[in-house]
């Protein structure tokens, strides 16, 4: 750890079914780090105008004394086109920030999204589905924290890495927090699915495809991010 005083404000922000739930896991077990009462607080919501009191106020054992981050794991944060504040009022707190932001494949994160849905009985005949377009337009996201000053405080991470190696990820985002690595317990995925069902079709998953498909050609030529999962958006271009 390069420095022993409180310097500001860590997010994990999605998007949501994207191992956000294991990463903060892993993350809270630094000692430099402190955590919401609350994993997902979703304090940024809301239009109101930023106060840093107000909002360390949510982190009930922060003590700058100690702590040299507080980390907020709020999944709301990342679907800007239905709550476009949160980049903006983030900006506002004092001190420094830091935006982390995991990405998996938009057609296996909807299915995830339906399942989870479903499971807690909030799935029904004509759910919205511009919730599920605007969670997974992850180059729309990270413009909005781009518009807002904060490109330069974002890291972005692959989900299918972050299942391969939770370890290494997370160490990696110990060096973006400016921390050293303590001794990690490893962690079982977090907040897993509760059923196997499939409930998109391949013809879904194909107009998903085609939705999403220029959105990802951005996160991939603007924000140079690339996967696995992404060539084939790109393989028609």
Known sequence: MTETQFRGYAFIIGAMKCGTTTLHA????????TVSKKKEPDFFQKATATNAEDYEAIFPELD????IWTLDGSTSYSK?????????????????KRIIYLMRDPVARIESHIAHSISRGRWKKGYDTKILEDASSY????ASYEAAGLLKDM????????????????????????????????????????????????ED?????????????????????????????????
């Open 205 to 237: 998953a194909a107009t998903w495809r085609k939705i999403l498909r220029d959105d990802i050609a951005v996160l991939v030529k603007q924000y140079e991010f690339e996967a696995d999962w992404t060539k084939p958006y790109l393989a028609d271009e």
């Open 80 to 96: 800007t086109k239905r709550w476009p504040n949160p980049p903006k009022r983030i900006a506002e707190l004092p001190g420094e």
């Open 64 to 67: 700058k004394t100690r702590h």
């Open 26 to 33: 892993l993350l809270e077990q630094h000692p430099a780090v």
């Open 155 to 202: 890291m972005l991470i692959d989900f299918d890495e972050l299942c391969r190696e939770p370890i290494a990820v997370a160490t990696r985002v110990f060096g973006f927090l400016d921390l050293d690595v303590p001794d990690l317990t490893p962690m079982p995925p977090q907040n897993t699915r509760r059923t196997q069902q499939r409930f998109m079709t391949e």
């Open 139 to 142: 180059a729309h996201q990270i």
